[in-house]
């Protein structure tokens, strides 16, 4: 019976048990595609990811990410988490930078050890349509009035779209139940199928903002920590002067609702006209294994 090794990661982690659980599987090129959406059903994390070979192909690793519904393009936590194993497990020795190869693109990943961080730059920011709040309010089963009218409802995509709903409060923040059949009616018109809600309230008063995220269609009812729509966010705060600069260097809290707390941080900012996106958290290894194909 042919085996094929794999670890299990916390990403975005505050310790152990806390942030967005991730599945990391290793030389994973012969795996068929419909043996890796079984496995990522299996398993049943948020994403799953398949490094296709120990060897660099255009100066980086191959890498597929799964959720238990589909394959995507890219996404966060399964980026950081992935550099980290191939830093630790991969190489003979430790590397300051590290290219994953996406269906999305290439991302590179940085190790910063002073801080304990992983870092990711992600692709340059792209806005498409800006929403209605009454439509949100009905999917997210709240008052427009929690919706801060100040700053646009709006799809950003640094690979992944997201749309990003600005709301006033933590409270707003904690009411909001999606109305699954309204959120399914919307998203067969938005590129984005996921949303994320965000306030300037924390649980911790030592962050900068709260998020949540919903992602029904990858069968993501909640998604502890999410990369990839904290980098959408970073970079609409900066379009927007959210914190009325055009720079941020924030931390984000988010799965607190789910009882997984994730921190994640946040640097973004202009270059030559152009938005600079970096997403970073810590990573902690929880279990390995060999699974049986």
């Known amino acids: 019976m042919e085996r094929i090794n794999y670890s299990i990661v916390d990403v975005f982690s505050n310790g152990k048990y806390t942030g967005n659980q991730l599945a990391v599987f290793k030389n994973a090129g012969n795996v068929p595609d419909n043996e890796m959406q079984q496995i990522a059903k299996e ?36 980026t950081l988490g992935t550099a980290y194993i191939i830093q630790n497990e991969v190489l003979d020795e430790p590397s300051e930078n590290i290219i994953l190869n996406f269906k999305g693109g290439q991302i590179t990943v940085s190790f910063n050890n002073q801080e304990e961080l992983i ?33 646009p409802i709006q799809e950003v995509s640094t690979g992944l779209p997201v749309i990003v709903v600005p709301l006033k409060s933590l409270d707003a923040v904690k009411k909001v139940k ?55 966010l970073a970079s609409y705060l900066v379009k927007y002067r959210y914190f009325e600069n055009s720079e941020i260097n924030v931390r984000v809290e988010q799965g607190y609702e789910i009882g997984r707390p994730s921190l994640l941080f946040l640097k973004a900012g202009y270059d030559t006209g152009k938005i600079n996106v970096h997403v970073g958290g810590k990573v902690v290894k929880i279990a390995q294994g060999e699974w049986f194909l």
């Not at 799953?48 to 589909?70: A, M």
Request: glycine content about 6%; hydrophobic content about 35%.
């Open 43 to 78: 398993i049943n994390f948020s994403e799953t990811t398949f490094i296709l070979s120990d060897s660099k192909i255009d100066g980086g690793y191959d890498v597929r990410i799964f959720t238990p519904n589909e394959e995507v393009p890219f996404a966060g936590h399964p």
């Open 119 to 151: 870092w990711m730059k992600q692709n340059e920011p792209t806005f498409g349509r800006i929403l209605d709040e009454n439509k949100i309010s009905e999917v997210l089963n709240i008052h427009k009035e929690n919706i801060d009218d100040r700053f």
């Open 178 to 232: 999606v109305n699954r059949e309204k959120y399914f009616e919307l998203i067969e018109h938005t590129e984005a199928k996921a949303i994320m809600v965000f306030s300037p309230e924390t649980y911790n008063s030592k962050n900068d903002l709260n998020v949540r995220d919903f992602a029904d269609f990858y069968g993501i009812p909640e998604d502890a920590a999410t990369g990839s729509s904290n980098g959408c």
